[in-house]
């Protein structure tokens, strides 16, 4: 509610012009017909005069941090998050593949023994998001079932963190996330939405031309890989924890005057 009509128009001239942006297009065209409506519908914006953005990198965390924070919500939620690097560090297609193995599909490792087996969760889910322009974070992530511990649920997530730490991925449990992991990125690539919204993000990230390194670099993961990048940074000291715990009815009414 501070933000002013000044502050938006600064925003907008600091981030929003040519010198920030860059145009991606797929389908069916042919370039002599479409360089020129883009030069028409774009080529008249101004330069900016903003200045360089800086880049400020994190400063390594050395500890686990928690918050705790509670607003109305049917069920508790836990989200963790580590510190990992982006696509230009090897170890993100290894943390894409972990990603994988803890969450795609109904098969996964947590699905399995949370949802499925022990039900303290309603769903659970691992992400690596690799293509962001800095590091990034691995996050675990669930819903707890009706009447299931907080502490018992957190507690699993970390075991299933911790075998991959201590025991090697089985040769056919890795080779079908592998298949898993291609066909969705195949599959992805039907929708020319997609395949732009790829270029884009590969563009900003090491160049679009790199996105052909994707696949092979993904059939290159070996289970001491895994065991490796599970030891560096799904730690204690890498992590951030945030916990979501519902309101309750007393919390939640007006205190009556």
Known sequence: ERFTLEDVKAHHRFFYHPA???????????????????EKAFGSIPKS???NQRRNAETLQT??????VKREAELPYLLIGYHVPNLTDQDSYVLDVIAALLSQGKSSRLYQKLVWKKKLVL?????????????????????????????E???ALYDETEILQKEPVATR????????IEAAFIFGQDSIFFQAMLLGQYEIVTGWGTIDNYLP?????????IQRVARKYLTQD????????????REREPVQP
Do not use: C, H, W
């Open 20 to 38: 920030n942006a860059f145009l991606v297009i797929a389908g069916d065209f042919r370039k002599d017909e479409v360089l020129p409506k883009i």
């Open 49 to 51: 005069d903003a200045p």
């Open 63 to 68: 500890g686990e941090r928690r918050i705790i």
């Open 123 to 151: 769903e659970a889910d691992a992400e690596n998001s690799l293509l962001s322009k800095d590091s990034n974070l691995f996050y675990l992530s669930s819903e707890l079932a009706p009447g299931k511990e907080m502490g």
């Open 153 to 155: 649920v957190e507690q």
């Open 173 to 180: 449990e890795l080779e079908k996330v592998k298949r898993q």
């Open 217 to 225: 670099s993904i059939q290159k993961v070996t289970p001491e890989d």
């Open 238 to 249: 890498n992590r951030t924890v945030g916990i979501l715990t519902p309101l309750q009815q």
